[in-house]
Structure formats: structure tokens, C-alpha cells
């Protein structure tokens, strides 16, 4: 059983920088897509960001393009996202994701395997 454990959140200022971490354990982490999502209270869970298995694809929201990096360590089987320039709309639970199966999904359905959650909080 893949158990997905996410760090590194905390309040910032407007302009800032966050890095988050998702550490993995128990399956196999370098064999499927890994991505990031957010939920904001009283709003849906909204995707964020994905990357494949070797890491060399990526895709992002259009409202953090720019802005966010997602990359992973294979070897230290960890996931992180690059938070820069953070906005107070970024404020949210930020989850990790893992799916059992191929295919760069930007959906939540679609993935399998998911963390607690980090909070993410930008002040103005």
C-alpha cells in the first residue's frame, strides 16, 4: 500500500516562497504519474500540477504556470512543488497524489493513492 505523507507548508507573504515535499513509501514510486492538488475551504479540490514517472513531463494549472515547479527524486522517492511569487488565492490544503496507471491525468478521479494534506496559507 502506497502511504504518501506531504510537508513543508506554513504561512508566507504575498510574494514569497514555499516548498512542498511528498515523501512515498510502500509501492512503487517511479513507475506512475505523481501530482499536486489544492483545495480552498468551500470550494472544490482543484489540480495543480503533474509530472511522469521519469519526471520529464509536466503539466500545470494555467493559474500557477509560471509561478510553481513540480520535480521528484526517484532515488530519495520524493515529489516537490516550488512554490514562487505566492498569491493569497494560493491559500489551500495542498494535497499529494499518486495514480496506479498511466496517463498524465489533471483530474482528482484519477488518481489512487493520497496524502493528509499541507496547509498552505498567503497573506496580503
Known amino acids: 500500500q502506497v502511504q504518501l505523507v506531504e510537508s513543508g507548508g506554513g504561512l508566507v507573504q504575498a510574494g514569497g516562497s514555499l516548498r512542498l515535499s511528498c515523501a512515498a513509501s510502500?509501492?512503487?514510486?517511479?513507475?506512475?504519474?505523481m501530482g499536486w492538488f489544492r483545495q480552498a475551504p468551500g470550494k472544490e479540490r482543484e489540480f495543480v500540477a503533474v509530472?511522469?514517472?521519469?519526471?520529464?513531463?509536466?503539466n500545470y494549472a494555467d493559474s500557477v504556470k509560471g509561478r510553481f515547479t513540480i520535480s521528484k527524486d526517484n532515488a530519495k522517492n520524493t515529489m516537490y512543488l516550488q512554490m514562487n511569487s505566492l498569491k493569497p488565492e494560493d491559500t489551500a490544503v495542498y494535497f499529494c497524489?499518486?495514480?496506479?496507471?498511466?496517463?498524465?491525468?489533471?483530474?482528482?478521479?484519477?488518481?489512487?493513492?493520497w496524502g493528509q494534506g499541507t496547509q498552505v496559507t498567503v497573506s496580503s
Open positions: 510502500g509501492g512503487t514510486f517511479s513507475t506512475y504519474p
Open positions: 509530472i511522469s514517472w521519469g519526471g520529464g513531463r509536466r
Open positions: 497524489a499518486q495514480r496506479k496507471s498511466y496517463g498524465m491525468e489533471l483530474s482528482f478521479a484519477g488518481y489512487d493513492y
